[in-house]
Protein backbone atom coordinates (compact mmCIF):
# COMPACT_ATOMS: atom_id res chain seq x y z
CA UNK A 1 0.00 0.00 0.00
CA UNK A 2 1.00 3.48 -0.73
CA UNK A 3 1.28 5.84 1.96
CA UNK A 4 1.05 9.61 1.87
CA UNK A 5 3.00 12.20 4.34
CA UNK A 6 0.12 14.48 5.14
CA UNK A 7 1.70 17.03 8.05
CA UNK A 8 3.40 16.58 11.14
CA UNK A 9 2.32 15.02 14.39
CA UNK A 10 2.26 18.63 16.17
CA UNK A 11 -0.53 19.82 13.52
CA UNK A 12 -3.16 17.78 14.75
CA UNK A 13 -3.68 18.14 18.69
CA UNK A 14 -5.13 15.33 21.00
CA UNK A 15 -8.70 14.81 20.72
CA UNK A 16 -8.88 17.00 17.45
CA UNK A 17 -9.90 16.62 13.28
CA UNK A 18 -8.07 18.11 10.50
CA UNK A 19 -8.69 17.56 6.87
CA UNK A 20 -5.77 16.87 4.63
CA UNK A 21 -5.55 16.13 0.75
CA UNK A 22 -4.94 13.07 -0.60
CA UNK A 23 -4.62 12.03 -4.82
CA UNK A 24 -7.95 9.56 -3.82
CA UNK A 25 -9.40 12.18 -1.72
CA UNK A 26 -9.63 14.33 1.26
CA UNK A 27 -9.50 12.92 4.44
CA UNK A 28 -10.11 13.85 8.19
CA UNK A 29 -7.47 12.12 10.86
CA UNK A 30 -7.86 12.40 14.28
CA UNK A 31 -5.63 12.26 17.02
CA UNK A 32 -6.73 10.45 20.27
CA UNK A 33 -4.45 9.34 22.56
CA UNK A 34 -1.18 8.78 20.60
CA UNK A 35 -3.58 6.87 17.94
CA UNK A 36 -4.17 8.09 14.71
CA UNK A 37 -7.66 7.28 12.37
CA UNK A 38 -8.15 8.47 9.28
CA UNK A 39 -11.39 8.54 7.01
CA UNK A 40 -13.10 10.03 4.27
CA UNK A 41 -14.21 13.67 5.21
CA UNK A 42 -17.59 13.71 3.92
CA UNK A 43 -20.90 12.32 5.58
CA UNK A 44 -22.49 9.06 3.72
CA UNK A 45 -25.78 11.07 4.15
CA UNK A 46 -25.25 14.04 2.74
CA UNK A 47 -21.96 15.03 1.73
CA UNK A 48 -20.80 17.13 4.56
CA UNK A 49 -17.81 17.89 5.35
CA UNK A 50 -16.59 15.37 9.07
CA UNK A 51 -13.82 17.49 9.81
CA UNK A 52 -15.69 20.39 10.76
CA UNK A 53 -17.59 17.82 13.08
CA UNK A 54 -16.72 17.28 16.94
CA UNK A 55 -15.29 14.16 18.45
CA UNK A 56 -16.42 13.19 21.66
CA UNK A 57 -15.00 13.20 25.06
CA UNK A 58 -13.79 9.67 24.66
CA UNK A 59 -12.74 9.85 21.27
CA UNK A 60 -14.44 7.04 19.88
CA UNK A 61 -16.55 8.94 17.43
CA UNK A 62 -17.02 12.04 15.16
CA UNK A 63 -20.34 14.22 15.05
CA UNK A 64 -21.59 15.10 11.61
CA UNK A 65 -22.30 18.87 11.89
CA UNK A 66 -24.62 19.07 9.55
CA UNK A 67 -27.25 16.41 10.29
CA UNK A 68 -25.86 15.07 13.53
CA UNK A 69 -24.56 11.39 12.00
CA UNK A 70 -21.66 9.49 14.59
CA UNK A 71 -19.59 7.53 13.03
CA UNK A 72 -16.32 5.30 15.07
CA UNK A 73 -13.48 6.52 14.12
CA UNK A 74 -12.01 3.45 13.94
CA UNK A 75 -13.71 1.26 11.87
CA UNK A 76 -16.58 4.24 10.36
CA UNK A 77 -19.58 2.77 10.68
CA UNK A 78 -22.09 5.18 11.38
CA UNK A 79 -23.57 4.83 15.06
CA UNK A 80 -26.33 6.76 15.32
CA UNK A 81 -28.16 8.53 11.90
CA UNK A 82 -29.59 9.83 9.69
CA UNK A 83 -26.49 7.66 7.88
CA UNK A 84 -26.35 4.31 6.75
CA UNK A 85 -23.69 3.82 5.22
CA UNK A 86 -20.01 3.90 7.12
CA UNK A 87 -17.57 6.11 5.72
CA UNK A 88 -14.05 4.54 4.38
CA UNK A 89 -11.22 4.49 7.05
CA UNK A 90 -7.54 4.28 5.56
CA UNK A 91 -4.25 3.00 7.57
CA UNK A 92 -1.81 5.43 9.86
CA UNK A 93 1.35 5.55 10.20
CA UNK A 94 3.36 7.80 12.15
CA UNK A 95 7.37 7.88 10.84
CA UNK A 96 9.70 10.63 12.95
CA UNK A 97 7.04 12.71 13.81
CA UNK A 98 5.21 12.91 10.53
CA UNK A 99 1.55 11.75 10.12
CA UNK A 100 1.32 9.13 6.76
CA UNK A 101 -1.92 7.98 5.41
CA UNK A 102 -2.72 4.99 3.14
CA UNK A 103 -3.62 6.33 -0.27
CA UNK A 104 -6.41 3.88 -1.06
CA UNK A 105 -9.21 2.98 1.90
CA UNK A 106 -9.17 -0.07 3.60
CA UNK A 107 -12.50 -0.50 4.48
Keep these: M ?4 VGSIAEIPE ?4 AFDLPTGRVAVVHVEAR ?6 ECTH ?8 EVDDRGTTVE ?7 F ?5 EPLEGPARDPVAVHQ ?16
Design 2 to 5: DFVR
Design 15 to 18: GEVR
Design 36 to 41: LFAFAD
Design 46 to 53: AGCTLSEG
Design 64 to 70: CPCHGSV
Design 72 to 76: DIETG
Design 92 to 107: TRLVDGWVEVGEQPVR
